[in-house]
DNA sequence: ACAGTAACCTGTTTGC
DNA sequence: TGCAAACAGGTTACTG
């Protein structure tokens, strides 16, 4: 999926094309996604705009006159604006009709999600129990090494937990893993202080270096333009097993952490 | 309470 | 070439 950098990619470039404008039609071609498309949506949002779009985790909280839309990309979501009347093809699954271009949301494998609040939307059942930040000072190394303290699991899956810190997902994972020279297979209560000071302090700089880029694009995503994310070129080690380290010329290896796939250098990271 | 696993769904890649 | 299995960026719900 789309992690924290490509939601705050999609976040950043639909904005100034959506904002404050008026929705002409909301239009649900496909409803059942994750969970299902509320239908009210449609006559809370006709005529209405978004005010402000912000991000929470990897969710877009798109404001309105009469509550919030909740929206996340799930593993293959995709929104993009478009020029109106551009047909349909077969995942796309709504469109949010302005006077001069149409938001589009697609998703091949419908992981993702469109919900309807009119509360806090940060209070709600999807969203209170989330963590910190990662881009905020509120997430640090002291924060992890605390609740690490409760947790034998493996680090990789601690990071990717999104109790402990949201918007680590795996790319990004084995990527700060990486330059915090850390085993992803340490148990996250065997990690000093020190080592999730450097953890946390390089999934802050891989976060932001990705935003910058525009994100990832390994297959499905695009940014809103259309245009692939292009951190893929600065990946470090994630999807370059039997290739040699960028740093130290050992071979970058393949494992399975909690049935994902996780890369690593076996020289540099213990 | 926690760790591990299955499930949601479709498309693409890999291997026999 | 054909077909089936494995795999893919996320998250929740269930199991033990």
């Known amino acids: 999926m789309p992690e924290l950098p490509e939601v705050e990619t999609t976040r950043r470039g639909i904005s100034p094309a959506i904002l404050n404008k008026k929705i002409n039609d909301v239009i649900i071609r496909r409803a059942n996604l994750r969970y299902p498309i509320p239908k009210i949506i449609h006559e809370k949002l006709i005529a209405k705009s978004f005010s402000e779009i912000t991000r929470r985790s990897k969710y877009l909280i798109f404001q309105s006159e009469h509550g919030s839309m ?41 992981f993702g999600a469109i919900l309807w609040t009119e509360k806090n939307p940060e209070q709600h059942k999807l969203l209170i129990s989330l963590g910190p930040e990662p881009l905020t000072a509120k997430f640090n190394g002291a924060h992890l090494f605390k609740i690490a303290q409760r947790h034998s699991l493996t680090v990789k899956n601690f990071i990717m937990d999104s109790k402990n810190v949201v918007g680590v997902g795996n790319i990004y994972a084995s ?42 694009t390994l297959k499905d995503f695009y940014q809103f333009d259309g245009k692939p994310g292009y951190f893929k070129n600065e990946l470090q080690v994630y999807g370059r097993a039997g290739e040699k380290c960028y740093d130290c010329n050992g071979l970058i290896k393949k494992i399975i952490t909690g049935q994902r796939a996780t890369y690593f250098c076996e020289e540099c990271q213990d």
């Not at 992803?184 to 946390?200: C, D, F, G, S, V």
């Open 70 to 110: 909740i929206l996340h990309l799930g593993m293959s979501g995709n929104l993009r604006i478009v020029p109106k009347l551009t047909a349909p093809q077969k995942h796309d699954h709504v469109d949010f009709i302005f006077d001069d271009c149409c938001l589009r949301y697609t998703d091949p494998r419908r």
């Open 175 to 216: 990527e700060a893993l990486f330059l915090s020279k850390i085993h992803p297979h340490q148990a996250a209560n065997k990690i000093t202080l020190e080592q999730y000071n450097l953890l946390a302090k390089m999934i802050k700089t891989t976060l932001k270096k990705a935003i910058k880029a525009g994100g990832t």
